[in-house]
């Protein structure tokens, strides 16, 4: 109910503009905080404490990683967003390219917003279908269909104008449940706050910084992956950029690309303190679970009946400050890119229409991929399925590498088929890698690779200058 009023307040009025950037008067500190329950995502709000058992604190090397790569948002690639005014980031590529080079960038990342936002609104309605709804004897469908259907309804009236709020309030619920889990925590294993960041740090859970050749952890591999994650991501995934374009300047975009970034640090730093203390908690008591398992068992079982319910409201507004913010940048992706609403002469009201329409086709297109890997019910091919659309940004790397930093133009109808064979081959990478590079194993970086590789085929695709007539 909350959320529907503040759709009903922020949105009287709104326009087909208002939906895609909120005309770029939305105030940067509400983008700036709204932001930080976007990128937390329910599997996110999860995993990173449930990672600590494995890898203890060493994930705070990619958290200082993303200080490198928001950095590089704010100082490139924000000040070319805005001086194309751009609505969608991937009209770039017509500008600099043309029509093929557009529509593959767009369709990379239609592709891969909707298979990544599918598996982790899998996950986490999963878990709270298991938790919360089984026992009542609702299946996992209707949890899913009552899930998106709200989204549905607020968002497609909302727009970027409404979400920035709404997610402004379900960023509130995030952290205050959170920060819930903590409080809680802290008391089940000591005495008090200090008490517990002595235990902290005293466990095997407190190594942050890992400098030993070869593992997976180290330092420089841990912290350019995280650069990396925020840069791929986010700054070239429309719909974290979406929020930033709706800023009044590029000043108001950069604040709120500062504040957002040490807010999120500050959020990770929380939840990797939170891990160490479930593990702490657990080797006590002597629970045997795991990663995501174990968090959700103590949040539900451990630590008292307010705590449970706050934990499921956070986990709740987790995957629904992720998933209407994917829906409204599916849909303005393709409205802008792919039905030029920018360009065509229709009217308001047979452009909201068409906009709806498109908006209730992505609705029901993620309901079904999320029904479909229900289906499959096997992790491997799940977890494969995720890994494959994070290829997609590989190309899309590449080509705003190529257009930002080279003056070149390409052949513009063979970009997709140059995207395409860079794909393939990350993919054979990955799958053959243990044999061919003697055991060692893909993470983040082979993003950057297939950017390179695109890069490279791009070079072979230059548009040579054609010659001018020689004057009479």
């Given at each position: ?81 805005y001086q194309y005014n751009l609505i969608s980031i991937y009209s770039f590529f017509e500008t600099r390219f043309g029509f093929w080079s557009h529509k593959t960038g767009s369709f990379f990342f239609l ?362």
């Open positions: 109910m909350i959320i529907f009023l503040i759709v009903y307040f922020s949105t009287r009025g709104a326009t087909t503009l208002d939906f895609f950037n909120a005309q770029k008067k939305a105030p940067w500190f509400a983008v700036a905080f709204g932001m930080v329950g976007v990128a937390m995502s329910g599997v996110l709000f999860l995993s990173i404490p449930g990672d600590v058992g494995q890898n203890g604190f060493s994930n705070i090397q990619l958290v200082f990683g993303y200080l490198l790569g928001y950095t590089f948002i704010a100082t490139v690639l924000l000040p070319i967003y592709i891969s917003r909707l298979l990544r936002t599918s598996f982790r609104v899998f996950i986490v309605v999963s878990i709270l279908h298991e938790l919360y709804f089984s026992n009542m004897g609702i299946s996992f469908g209707a949890t899913l269909f009552f899930g998106v259907t709200f989204v549905w309804l607020y968002s497609f009236r909302a727009g970027i104008k409404g979400i920035i709020w709404t997610d402004v309030f379900n960023t509130c619920v995030i952290i205050f449940s959170i920060l819930s889990v903590f409080y809680m925590l802290v008391f089940k294993i000591s005495d008090g706050f200090n008490d517990a960041m002595i235990m902290i740090q005293n466990s095997s859970y407190a190594e942050a910084f890992v400098w030993e050749t070869g593992s997976k952890n180290h330092f420089f591999r841990q912290f350019f992956s995280g650069a990396f994650i925020a840069i791929v991501l986010n700054g070239l995934d429309q719909d974290m950029m979406q929020k930033n374009l709706s800023c009044k300047s590029i000043g108001d975009a950069q604040k709120n690309m500062l504040w957002f970034v040490l807010i999120l640090v500050a959020v990770n730093i929380t939840l990797l303190a939170m891990g160490a203390m479930l593990f702490i908690y657990s080797d006590a008591q002597q629970i045997s679970f795991t990663s995501i398992d174990l968090f959700t068992y103590i949040a539900t079982n451990e630590l008292g009946q307010a705590t449970a319910i706050l934990f499921m409201l956070g986990l709740i507004a987790a995957v629904i400050s992720s998933t209407d913010s994917a829906i409204i940048s599916l849909t303005t992706s393709y409205c802008i890119d792919f039905l030029d609403f920018t360009k065509t002469r229709t009217g308001e009201a047979r452009k909201r229409m068409k906009r709806i329409q498109v908006h209730l086709f992505f609705g029901f297109l993620l309901f079904a991929l999320v029904m479909f890997l229900r289906a499959i019910n096997n992790e491997k091919i799940v977890e494969a399925i995720f890994t494959v659309a994070g290829y997609t940004y590989g190309p899309l790397l590449g080509l705003f590498i190529f257009g930002i930093f080279t003056k070149w133009n390409l052949k513009d109808q063979l970009v997709p088929i140059v995207s395409a064979i860079a794909l393939i081959i990350s993919y054979l990478l990955d799958f053959f890698s243990e044999e061919l590079f003697n055991g060692y194993k893909f993470g983040y970086e082979l993003v950057l690779i297939n950017a390179l590789m695109t890069f490279t085929g791009l070079l072979l695709i230059i548009k040579k200058k054609e010659k001018q007539p020689k004057a009479a």
